[in-house]
């Protein structure tokens, strides 16, 4: 597609207005999410299909188009069709309502009112996504121009706007000024860390030697966070912008952005991009005619949390083992290949053409004090609204989950928000009104981490979550140094025991010695953190641990080993659907006779619990008492089945 | 166990193959990483044929090309089924009651996790995260996501991969 090279600000600035000028105010977009693996597994690229059909055998070509974008934030409802410019927002939107959607709103922008979204609690209708608690309270600065562009198509980028903050950085700032603005602007990593970003591009300039590299993680390993993956995918031009930016800023002329091997999508188009860019002239020699030159390299990575490390990524993408080193000295001193290197995340060098674009002043009236500007957060988990939510900092944790996130499904009560992914902690209910910043999380014993923030109701258990993270890390940990690698081992083992009902006296303060001792020897952050999971549960939760040792009992009912199925036989319908589902055959039961399950062939996989209806409820978790005997054979229902 | 086996019917020699993905990053040492990947993905897994001709074609000690596959996830040393299936064990799929979804695979399919079944058809594997978290808990059955599927979804596809 891109056919010319572009060769100064004038002709890039030209380019922009072409396009945009090209965009028929009046014909409407229909922008459905096919480049996330989350559309994609809900059938977006069928929609999408339909609507190119319905389209054309309406005729309406001349005033409809199809655009295909990346992750548009509200992942539970898709498939979501957007339509622009009247932003109507559809969801859950099935192949089959594409005809009536081409009729009604793409012929005469009619609303087709089934398919708009419902809340929950209100039950009124939303018309426009503005209209809708999930996103009203967002500030979709860095991820709102998703849903506009087709990642794969450089010109939708270019025709926002996009490459402008290059092109000022190149012709109308020194490398000097471009770096004064970001330190001004207070930019802190997103990645979890929050060092300052500025700080770091300085201490790579001033270092010796002549080549300097930068490069962009995108190995979010950390479970239950997508929010670099739905950059990557959907707006990869904005990392590549602000890429280039910084390495201008830096005095680099070469770059490579490492993507986790789990997102093949994000390393395609990140690949497409790249290319695009330099059919260009965006990357490669004399970029726009400035006589500044950067090249770009896309490295997979090969499935191993520690390499997010910076020290283990540049090792991998040297093609060694990903293990990290000491840092006797700093990587933006030497760091790839021994060269000074500047590492960002995928989300912080999405925020530098904004910031060069609207100034520093305009980023530091967002936020709070010590953090500025916004996040996104991957907002999952025991939530109504689950999905990729940008906000400015220092909302606060029961804004994000109450307000946008719609509150915790089936009326249940939140115990915890978990941040930090396995290097931070839990946050327990009395601190939802805490203002989300770097600073004060860390104040809690979790951190801000990557922006993973996982909902858990009183279904989950602490103790649980604890070896979760515990078991994780154990098998993360590359095992160069003992605190961690053996560290590890015995905290799974003791919480394995815990969870198994097989604790005992002294365990506790075991987890916390252990935990000492690997904050303080580790070799990097990933053992320097491991044990936080499990110190702000024991911190917050320490009744839950103790029920588990004392009574061999799990208050959330979730520890398989000390949790029992059984079906209350005063409430049993017989309604067989229990039976048909169970995988093991161990329900046994008829028509009018009493259900009862096998615990030797229990596997404890929850199904019957899960498919039981409500309106019935018989299936009951037990934990920490004695199980009824069952209903002796061929006992009969008691209660009556009604629809 | 060469990579002429059963299993490895129809696919490219080992020599052509690695030549192939070698050239394509220049012969580069560093790209050994990359290498192994586009050959993971040609093969499914990584014979011992495969890593020696790697380290002969590259360069590269043999003991080295072992620790870069034996280290990393995405590189099996072993031979896996016809269809792979993974189980996504994130947190937001955790609190979702993954391991009980896992529980309820395992019992349909009479196999553990990390197992290969007899007759070739399955593997069975959990992954840290697909990063797919708002439709958790997710099973991902050839690079297909399900979420939260029934046992009688399961049942389903399970029967219609040969």
Redesign the interface.
């Known amino acids: 597609m891109a056919s010319k090279r572009i060769s100064s600000a004038k002709e890039l600035e030209q380019l922009g207005r072409d396009i945009a000028s090209k965009a028929d105010p009046d014909k409407r977009i229909v922008s459905i999410c096919t480049m996330s ?2 559309g ?3 059938g977006s690229g069928a929609i999408a299909e339909r609507f190119a059909e319905e389209i054309r055998r309406a005729g309406l070509e001349e005033k409809a188009e199809v655009r295909q974008t990346g992750c548009q934030g509200f ?2 409802r ?1 498939p979501v069709v957007i339509i622009f410019p009247e932003g109507f927002y559809y969801v859950n939107v099935e192949p089959d309502d594409v005809p009536e959607i081409v009729s009604a709103t793409l012929s005469k922008g009619e609303l087709v009112e089934r398919l708009l979204y419902t809340d929950p609690t209100t039950g009124e209708r939303a018309a426009k996504e503005s209209d809708i608690p999930f996103y009203s309270h967002q500030m979709p600065i860095v991820f709102g121009d998703n849903r506009r562009i087709n990642p794969r198509e450089i010109d939708d980028y270019i025709g926002l706007g996009g490459y402008g903050a290059l092109s000022k950085a190149l012709f109308q700032m020194s490398p000097e000024q471009v770096l004064d603005e970001v330190k001004k602007s207070n930019l802190r990593g997103r990645g979890g860390g929050g060092f300052p970003t500025g700080r770091k591009w300085e201490t790579t300039r001033n270092a010796s030697g002549e080549t300097k590299y930068v490069l962009v993680n995108c190995d ?7 929010m670099d ?1 739905s950059i990557m995918e959907g707006n990869p031009h904005s990392v590549l912008e602000g890429l280039l930016i910084g390495a201008y800023a830096i005095g680099s002329h070469e770059g490579f952005i490492y993507v986790r ?3 093949p999508l994000a390393y395609d188009n990140t690949i497409q991009a790249v290319k695009q860019a330099e059919e260009y002239g965006l990357i490669g020699e004399n970029i726009l005619g400035s006589g500044f030159d950067f090249r770009v390299s896309v ?7 520690v390499s997010g490390e910076s020290t283990a990524l540049m090792n ?7 293990e990290p080193r000491m840092k006797y000295i700093r990587t933006a001193v030497s760091g790839l290949k021994g060269m000074p290197t500047c590492l960002n995340n995928v989300e912080t060098w999405a925020n530098v053409p904004l910031i060069i674009n609207r100034g520093s002043e305009w980023f530091n009236s967002i936020g709070t004090e010590g953090s500025k500007g916004t996040k996104i957060f ?1 907002l ?3 939530v109504n609204n ?2 990729l939510v940008e906000v400015p900092m220092g909302m606060t944790l029961r804004q994000l989950v109450y307000d946008i996130g719609g509150g915790i499904p089936q009326g249940n009560k939140l115990k915890a928000v ?1 941040t930090g ?1 396995p290097s931070g902690g839990v946050i327990p209910e009395q601190y939802l009104d805490t203002p989300i910043d770097f600073d004060e999380l860390t104040k809690l014993g979790s951190m801000m981490g990557s922006g ?1 923030m ?4 009183e279904d ?1 258990c602490m103790v649980d ?1 604890a070896r ?2 515990i078991s ?1 890390c154990c098998e ?1 940990s590359c095992g160069q140094c003992s605190p961690c690698r053996e560290g590890l081992r015995m905290l799974r083992e003791i919480l394995n025991d815990i969870c198994e009902g097989k604790g005992q006296e002294g365990d506790i303060e075991a987890i916390e010695d252990i935990a000492e001792v690997m904050q303080d020897a580790s070799l990097c952050a990933l053992g320097g953190t491991a044990a936080n999971p499990a110190l702000t549960t024991l911190k917050y939760f320490r009744d839950e641990y103790e029920a588990h040792i004392r009574e061999q009992r799990c208050p959330a009912q ?1 520890c ?1 080993a000390l949790t029992c199925y059984y079906i209350d036989p005063a409430l049993c319908t017989a309604c067989l659907i229990c039976r048909r ?4 055959e161990a329900i046994y039961g008829e028509k009018g006779i009493v259900h009862w399950i096998d615990q030797e062939k229990c ?5 019957c619990f899960q ?1 039981c209806p409500p309106r019935f409820s018989a299936v009951r978790r037990i934990s920490g008492e004695p199980l009824p005997e069952p209903p002796a054979p061929g006992t009969r229902v008691t209660r009556e089945e009604k629809g | 166990m060469m990579v002429s086996t059963t299993k490895s019917k129809g696919l490219p020699k080992a020599s052509g193959a690695v030549k192939k993905a070698v050239g394509s990053y220049g012969k580069d040492k560093e790209a050994l990483i990359q290498v192994l990947l586009d050959l993971q993905a040609v093969f499914g897994w990584l014979p011992p044929g495969v890593l020696r001709e790697v380290s002969e074609q590259l360069d590269v000690p043999v003991v080295q090309v072992y620790r870069i596959a034996s280290y990393y996830k995405a590189f099996s040393l072993q031979p896996r089924g016809r269809h792979i299936i993974k189980v996504c064990m994130g947190t937001a799929c955790q609190v979702r009651r993954s391991p009980q979804l896992l529980n309820t695979i395992s019992a349909v399919l009479k196999m553990k996790p990390c197992e290969t079944s007899t007759d070739g058809r399955f593997t069975l594997e959990t992954v840290n995260c697909l990063g797919c978290c708002a439709m958790g808990p997710v099973v991902a059955i050839d690079d297909v996501y399900h979420s939260n599927p029934s046992t009688a979804d399961l049942q389903k596809v399970f029967e219609s991969a040969e």
């Open positions: 693996v989350c994609q597994s809900r992942c539970e898709e979010e390993g950390d479970p239950g966070a997508y993956r091997d789990e997102y490295h997979r990575g090969a499935g191993a949390f991998a993408i040297e093609g060694r083992v990903g991957s999952v988990g025991k689950t999905g978990q992914g993973g996982v909902v858990m109701d989950t979550t979760y993270f994780f993360e979730a398989q589902n169970c995988p093991t596997i404890k996989c929850d199904t498919v």
